[in-house]
């Protein structure tokens, strides 16, 4: 049975260094996502405050779920990863 990919979204910067540990711990356990730039988007920015109700990044949501920051055991219980 193929399990079905998580919808995964990053809020970022080009600049936030857990934004980009983030990004690279995603890649390398081959997890696609979506990677939105608040510093560009004032849309993005506004969308993640609504879901998070933090203006800092980074906002991971995985599948509706909303994790603040760079918190490698929410997003592995989030994405059914084993360490």
Same mark, same amino acid.
């Given at each position: 049975?193929?399990?079905?990919?998580?919808?995964?979204?990053?809020?970022?910067?080009?600049?936030?260094?857990?934004?980009?540990?983030?990004?690279?711990?995603?890649?390398?356990?081959? %997890?696609?996502?979506?990677? &939105?730039?608040?510093?560009?988007?004032? *849309?993005?920015? !506004?969308?993640?405050?609504?879901?998070?109700?933090?203006?800092?990044?980074?906002?991971?949501? %995985?599948?509706?779920?909303? &994790?603040?920051?760079?918190?490698?055991? *929410?997003?592995? !219980?989030?994405?059914?990863?084993?360490?």
């Amino acid at each position: 049975m193929a399990s079905t990919q998580p919808r995964v979204i990053v809020y970022s910067t080009p600049t936030c260094p857990w934004c980009n540990a983030t990004k690279r711990y995603l890649r390398e356990r081959q %997890i696609r996502f979506y990677d &939105v730039d608040v510093s560009r988007d004032p *849309r993005a920015a !506004q969308e993640m405050i609504r879901k998070s109700g933090q203006q800092g990044v980074p906002v991971i949501d %995985i599948n509706g779920r909303i &994790v603040v920051g760079f918190d490698r055991a *929410r997003i592995d !219980q989030l994405l059914g990863l084993r360490r």
